[in-house]
């Protein structure tokens, strides 16, 4: 499982642990909701900074 997918699914879990859609988080960050899905869905990449966003938007450390 490479690195990126890790990241999707962590991702998932945490907004499955906060009932919180893909809309609403790319909402709350200033993403488009296509952009996010296509990255949980393996079709796109994502910068660090992005991925601090989503962190941000998730209320957890980067590291979580």
Known sequence: MGIETKVAK????HLKKKGMT?????????????YLSNFLNGKKGMSLSTLQKLADGLQVGIKN
């Open 10 to 13: 962590i991702i998932r879990q």
């Open 22 to 34: 893909q809309e609403k988080l790319a909402y709350e960050i200033g993403m488009s909701k296509g």
